[in-house]
């Protein structure tokens, strides 16, 4: 069976993309697309008047543009664990939130979700041996949805 793959805005699963226009609204705030939600995150204990900045950014591309900065420190847990939980509520969030990005995820049957990205942890990686983290967490969500 023939993996799911998506990367950027376009093709039938773009909305699986944090570059999607799928606004979220997570405590109280709103975020133009999942990639500002993740990027902005990354300050909210160390800098949160640099998170907002992130949060109101122009675009998703923008966002993650800011959210690499080297000059604003970033949580402590960040890499070991908290980016991860960070993208399960944002991907949770997404799937309450946004009707045909649940019913794209849940229609997707059994096959497997792939970032096609050069990413080696959220991705796939240039060489295909990648971690996939992205895709092991939509396929996560997609099996706690249909329960």
Not at 63 to 71: D, H, I, N, T, Y
Not at 76 to 94: A, D, H, I, P, Y
Request: proline share 3%; charged share 30%; with cysteine.
């Amino acid at each position: 069976m023939e993996p799911i793959k998506f990367f950027g805005r376009d093709g039938q699963y773009a909305i699986f993309s944090n570059f999607a226009y799928t606004p979220l609204v997570i405590d109280d705030l709103r975020y133009k697309t999942g990639e500002h939600y993740f990027q902005s995150m990354k300050f909210i204990e160390t800098d949160p008047e640099y998170a907002e900045i992130v949060r109101n950014a122009h675009t998703p591309k923008e966002a993650k543009r800011l959210g690499c900065s080297k000059e604003h420190r970033i949580s402590r847990n960040w890499n070991s664990s908290g980016r991860v939980v960070v993208m399960e509520r944002l991907l949770f969030c997404k799937a309450l939130q946004n009707n045909k990005f649940r019913d794209l995820l849940l229609g997707s049957g059994e096959k497997e979700i792939v970032e096609a990205s050069w990413d080696t942890f959220w991705g796939e990686g240039k060489t295909g041996d990648g971690e996939n983290m992205m895709g092991k967490l939509l396929g996560e969500l997609r099996k706690y949805l249909r329960r």
